[in-house]
């Protein structure tokens, strides 16, 4: 099982990116994907989760409104649009595999927002 997210980079406040996370050797409806993310010092911290059998979507509230995540399960990946990005998104974004009793890690993508 691999997730690999892609797509971070540097860029100025108030701009956007679109992460991806490319799942393979599991089926994205098994599965609920987070994103979680890591700043310079700090513990990892989940902001938004997708159940991929239900479709049901939920974020924090430090996102909501300018993040969203959607998903393609034809190609088995998962996207997050990030609007309005702001310095202290700055982080390491991952992406997460759910089953409950199992989950999967991607590699990390860094987004660096600058003021």
């Known amino acids: 099982v691999q997730l690999q997210a892609s797509g971070g980079g540097l860029v100025q406040s108030g701009d956007s990116l679109r992460l991806s996370c490319a799942v393979s050797?599991?089926?994205?409806?098994?599965?609920?994907i987070g994103w979680f993310r890591q700043a310079p010092g700090k513990e990892r911290r989940g902001f938004s989760c997708?159940?991929?059998?239900?479709?049901?979507?939920n974020y924090s509230d430090s996102v909501k409104g300018r993040f969203t995540v959607s998903g393609d399960k034809t190609q088995n990946t998962v996207y997050l649009q990030m609007n309005n990005l702001k310095p202290e998104d700055t982080a390491v974004y991952y992406c997460?595999?759910?089953?409950?009793?199992?989950?999967?890690w991607g590699q990390g993508t860094q987004v660096t927002v600058s003021s």
């Open positions: 997460n595999a759910d089953r409950g009793y199992i989950d999967y």
């Open positions: 050797g599991v089926r994205l409806d098994d599965y609920a």
């Open positions: 997708e159940s991929m059998t239900s479709g049901t979507i």
